[in-house]
């Protein structure tokens, strides 16, 4: 296993957040983490890089528990791309490069560079590399956060919302580079997601989040209008089209 979380339980300060969460991911699989707001999911993925201290549990990435790591070890083996990025007077350029610091000893180089081209390339941000991200649209920013994860070169992606800012095709198009990313260098990635027709469609797994713990998890199988309905409160179907499951909000019948 690339990832495992192990009786995770979080509070904020008496009330609990999270409780007993557990689950693994293997090498190039997409993890989307499910449920409405208030649940709990940026604070497990804050949790997962170390940003917020568990009350209890481990998070192991390559069986090393990333509670017992130094900063810029975590940031060899995890990128996180926040929901809502912070902006300053730097270029995109220098922001992307920011996020090659855990691998750079003296001076930045040529590797280094080649790896950033590379990235600015996949998100097609060599119009914007050189202009101000306080100038930026918030879909704009995002593509650069996400490419400075990926300069990272790390082991685990964890993603909060990374489509929250994204026209659709901007939406479809990210989250294709996501699986590729995976794909191609056999990582995982952790998101979550409140479009659950994208979630179903770029993800292998999911877990369904209700009150701060896990209630249901697993692949496709676990997305039914049984789970929408206990998870969500509202009813749904789930129908096939071309080859993927989509879920079909319905209208509660009040009659």
Known sequence: MILEVGGVAFSYRSKNVLDDIEFD????????????????????????????????????????????????????????????????????????????????RWNISEHDLKIVDSAIKRLELGSLSLRYIDEMSGGELQKVSIARALVQEPRI???????????????????????????????????????????????????????????????????????IRDVYGIPAVVERYNGFPIVIPLEEDNS
């Open 157 to 227: 992606l964890l993603l909060d919302e990374p489509t929250s800012s994204l026209d659709l095709k901007n939406q479809i198009e990210i989250l294709r580079i996501i699986r590729d990313v995976v794909r191609r260098h056999e990582v995982s990635a952790v998101m979550t997601m409140h479009d659950l027709n994208l979630a179903l469609r770029y993800s292998d797994k999911f877990i369904f989040l209700r009150d701060g713990t896990i209630f249901a998890a697993g692949g496709r199988e676990v997305v039914t209008p049984e789970t």
């Open 25 to 104: 991911l293997k090498r190039n699989e997409v993890l989307s983490i499910l449920g409405p707001n208030g649940v709990g999911k940026t604070t497990l993925l804050k949790c997962m890089n170390a940003i917020l201290k568990p009350r209890e549990g481990s998070i192991l990435v390559e069986d090393e528990d990333v509670l017992k790591l130094d900063q810029m070890e975590i940031a060899r083996k995890i990128g996180y791309v926040p929901q809502r990025c912070e902006t300053g007077r730097l270029t995109a350029f220098d922001a992307i490069l920011l996020g090659r610091r855990p691998h750079i």
